[in-house]
């Protein structure tokens, strides 16, 4: 089983920046795809990035070019770099990682953290 604990979160000036980081612990084997989505209040969760075992990662087009995903796999942590933050990013931030069970057939098992707050101020 795996739990996910994030942190970084807090209050910023719009154009201001955050680190927000995710670590992983408890009991796997391996842990294949990390990510973070947010959820705005009275929205839906949406996804911000993704990043693979092997570094390769997927970042939604509304952050692009601002946001920054990266992993340390010897940590079991992911990272999420946000620079020049607007109002709009203002949501709880949430990691996932999928743990492999097994490769064939393919089956893995999705965790969440609990969430850290981003707020930014106009």
């Known amino acids: 089983q795996v739990q996910l604990v994030e942190s970084g979160g807090g209050l910023v000036q719009a154009g201001g920046s955050l680190r927000l980081s995710c670590s992983a612990s408890g009991s796997f084997s391996s842990i294949n795809v990390m990510g973070w989505y947010r959820q705005a209040p009275g929205k839906q969760r949406e996804l911000v990035a993704t990043?693979?075992?092997?570094?390769?990662?997927n970042i939604v087009d509304s952050v692009k070019g601002r946001c920054t995903i990266s992993r340390d796999n010897a940590k079991n942590t992911v990272y999420l770099q946000m620079n020049s933050l607007k109002p709009e990013d203002t949501a709880v931030y949430y990691c996932?990682?999928?743990?492999?069970?097994?490769?064939?057939?393919?089956?893995?098992?999705?965790?969440w953290g609990k969430g850290t707050q981003v707020t930014v101020s106009s």
């Open positions: 996932n990682a999928d743990e492999l069970i097994t490769k064939i057939p393919y089956f893995a098992k999705v965790y």
């Open positions: 990043i693979s075992n092997g570094g390769s990662t």
